[in-house]
C-alpha cells in the first residue's frame, strides 16, 4: 500500500504547481516536500514527475498516481460522510437547482457552514431535466425543480411558489405589448424557454398566450445568471426571470417588471430519488430551505 502521507503531499504539490507553496500549505520545509516525493517514486518504481530548475512536469505514470490519490481522498471522504450518515451538521451534501435557487440558497448554505465547518455543500445548477438526471445517477442528493417529477421513479413535496417576472427596460411604456417586446427582441438563457412559454401561457395576456420564443427576435444569450438583466437595463431587450434575480442586478434602478393580468407562479417541488434515505445532513438543509419566505409565493 503506497504511504497516505506522501500521496497527500504528492496530490498537494500537482494541484499547486510549487514545492514552495506546497511546503507552506502542508506546514513542511521543501526539503520535506521533496524527500515525501522522492520515497512515493521509490515506492512506486518510477519517476513521477520530470524537475526542471524552477519548475517540473508530470510523467505518464505520475498521471495515473494522481488520479489514484485523487480516488483515494474520495473513498476516504465518502466513507467518513458514510460514518456521519446520522449526523445532523457534519458531512458533504449535494444540492441540484436551477442558477436562481443557487443565488437564492448559496448566502444561507454559507452562513450554516459558518456555524457548523464540517457540514460542506454541493450545489449543482442545471435546468430541471438535468437536475432529474443528477438525482437518478446518485450525483445529487436532492434538487428543486419546477416541473412535476414522475412518481415513478422520484419522490417529491410541494415546498413554495417562486414568481415569474417579464423584465423590460425602464424607459418602456407600462401598458404591455408585443410589438415592444418584438422591437427589443429576447435576452435568451438556459432556462429561457421554460420560463417564456411557461409565463406566456398563465399570464392572462391573449396576445402573448398566441406567441411562441421562436416569434421574438434574439438579441443575445448569457448563461451566467448575474449578468443576464445587465443588457436588458441598458435597453437592449427584454427577458423572464424569476423575481428573486432581480437584486442581482446592479443597475436594478433601469429594470422596470411589467405588471399581467395575473401573477405567475411555478410550484417549486423539492425531489429526491424513490426509496433513497436521505442522511440526516440533507434533512438539516431541508429544514433550512423550507424556512425561507421568499419561496412562499405570497
Known amino acids: 500500500m503506497l504511504n497516505p502521507v506522501w500521496l497527500k503531499t504528492y496530490k498537494t504539490l500537482i494541484d499547486i504547481g510549487s514545492f514552495t507553496k506546497t511546503a507552506e500549505k502542508l506546514f513542511m520545509t521543501q526539503p520535506g516536500v521533496s524527500q515525501h516525493i522522492q520515497k512515493l517514486e521509490e515506492m512506486c518504481g518510477y519517476a513521477l514527475i520530470k524537475r526542471k530548475k524552477r519548475s517540473f512536469e508530470i510523467t505518464e505514470q505520475g498521471k495515473l498516481v494522481y488520479q489514484y490519490a485523487i480516488e483515494t481522498d474520495q473513498n476516504e471522504r465518502n466513507l467518513l460522510n458514510k460514518l456521519s450518515f446520522d449526523e445532523p451538521y457534519s458531512g458533504e451534501y449535494s444540492i441540484a437547482c436551477s442558477g436562481a435557487f443557487a443565488l437564492l440558497l448559496f448566502p444561507h448554505l454559507v452562513e450554516l457552514q459558518k456555524r457548523h465547518p464540517l457540514l460542506t455543500p454541493s450545489v449543482e445548477v ?20 419546477t416541473q412535476q417529477p414522475n412518481s415513478v421513479y422520484f419522490e417529491y413535496e ?27 427582441g429576447f435576452v435568451a438563457h438556459p432556462d429561457a424557454a421554460h420560463y417564456l412559454k411557461y409565463f406566456m401561457a398563465e399570464c392572462g395576456n391573449e396576445k402573448l398566450l398566441k406567441m411562441s420564443l421562436e416569434d421574438f427576435p434574439k438579441s443575445g444569450y448569457i448563461n451566467q445568471l448575474t449578468q443576464i438583466l445587465t443588457p436588458v437595463a441598458n435597453g437592449l431587450g427584454f427577458t423572464v426571470l424569476p423575481k428573486t434575480v432581480q437584486n442581482s442586478c446592479l443597475d436594478v434602478d433601469k429594470l422596470k417588471i411589467w405588471e399581467m393580468n395575473k401573477p405567475v407562479y411555478e410550484t417549486v417541488y423539492l425531489v429526491k430519488k424513490k426509496d433513497y434515505e436521505l442522511p440526516e445532513r440533507c434533512n438539516t438543509i431541508i429544514e433550512l430551505i423550507k424556512s425561507l419566505k421568499c419561496l412562499k409565493g405570497s
Open 158 to 184: 410541494t415546498i413554495g411558489q417562486e414568481q415569474l417576472c417579464l423584465f423590460v427596460p425602464a424607459f418602456t411604456s407600462e401598458k404591455v405589448s408585443v410589438e415592444v417586446l418584438m422591437d427589443l
Open 126 to 145: 442545471a435546468p430541471n431535466n438535468k437536475i432529474f438526471e443528477f438525482i437518478a445517477t446518485g450525483n445529487a442528493d436532492f434538487g428543486l425543480v
